[in-house]
């Protein structure tokens, strides 16, 4: 699997096609948990990711 993308608003949906092209799978995108003291920076410009484009393991879903 790829890498998840951070990304911010602006560019979100640059993220969902850099995913679509590199992983050919339909993306999921979900977003970064503002509550947590992290800053991700936007993979495409210096602003704050606030969504996540991929499968990244967190929480419940990859535990199986
Ligand atoms: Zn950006």
Known sequence: MGKPIYSCEEHIEEALDD????????????LVDKS???????????????YMVGN????TKCRN
């Open 19 to 30: 995913w679509v092209y590199g992983v050919e799978t339909v993306p999921e995108f979900t």
């Open 56 to 59: 990244e393991c967190s929480g």
């Open 36 to 50: 947590e003291n992290l800053w991700i920076t936007c993979g495409y410009c210096e602003n704050r990711a606030i």
